[in-house]
T-cell receptor, first 116, second 117 residues
Framework: GAVVSQHPSRVICKSGTSVKIECRSL??????MFWYRQFPKQSLMLMAT?????????EQGVEKDKFLINHASLTLSTLTVTSAHPEDSSFYIC????????????FGPGTRLTVL | AQKITQTQPGMFVQEKEAVTLDCTYD???????LFWYKQPSSGEMIFLIY????DQQNATEGRYSLNFQKARKSANLVISASQLGDSAMYFC??????????????WGLGTSLAVNP
């Protein structure tokens, strides 16, 4: 199946700093990418939908100025957590869809963010 | 509104036995897709199986099969011959098939499966 990578896999940062997480589709072009957040022992919470070349669509309650999403190419989307605080500590997962005729979302391995 | 319900927070099964993980859904869309994903402790989401609302037959993928009962709006996952490596969280998800660029999935809360040796 298609491969999606995420970098970094783990990051620890100080409160107030910004962290960028990259999501790459390695062997296909992703027209749409999704960013999720997952707290321990909970389900995935969709944060935003990112279509290449257009602005991301954020879910209700997600601060677009705090979670900046850029989908600059068909193989790369980035999530930047700006001025991170301890409550932003979570597991962030991206997924990608190859195109309108594809049903499956391919997931990255996730990034565990810890804000001290 | 679309909704996925997984009523089993945790399940236990003996190795080599079969187990059924429940999933019911609610949608007014005529065309939809149902998905099951596995999430081991490492965190990665692994796609297991897909069922389209117009598919005539239940989906099967190796040891995984989907018991799709459209009238009851259920899409239970059956894992046959359980293995220790099947211990993980299992999520049921759904999405509208004709949503254009809005391809987001609606997720259930998940079921934690533990396979006992």
């Amino acid at each position: 199946g298609a491969v999606v990578s995420q970098h970094p896999s783990r990051v620890i940062c100080k409160s107030g700093t910004s962290v960028k997480i990259e999501c790459r589709s390695l062997d296909f072009q992703a027209t749409t990418m999704f960013w999720y957040r997952q707290f321990p022992k909970q389900s995935l919470m969709l944060m935003a939908t990112s279509n290449e070349g257009s602005k991301a669509t954020y879910e209700q309650g997600v601060e677009k100025d705090k979670f900046l999403i850029n989908h600059a190419s068909l193989t790369l989307s980035t999530l930047t957590v700006t001025s991170a605080h301890p409550e932003d500590s979570s597991f962030y997962i991206c997924s990608a869809v190859a195109g309108p005729n594809y049903n499956e979302q391919f997931f990255g391995p996730g990034t565990r963010l810890t804000v001290l | 509104a679309q909704k996925i319900t997984q009523t089993q927070p945790g399940m236990f099964v003996q190795e080599k036995e079969a187990v059924t993980l429940d999933c019911t859904y609610d949608t007014s869309d005529p065309s939809y897709g149902l998905f099951w994903y596995k999430q081991p402790s490492s965190g990665e989401m692994i796609f297991l199986i897909y069922q389209g609302s117009y598919d005539q037959q239940n989906a099967t993928e190796g040891r995984y099969s989907l018991n799709f009962q459209k009238a009851r709006k259920s899409a239970n996952l059956v894992i046959s011959a359980s293995q220790l490596g099947d211990s993980a969280m299992y999520f049921c998800a759904m999405r509208d098939l004709f949503a254009g660029n809005n391809r987001k999935l609606i997720w259930g809360l998940g079921t934690s499966l533990a396979v006992n040796p």
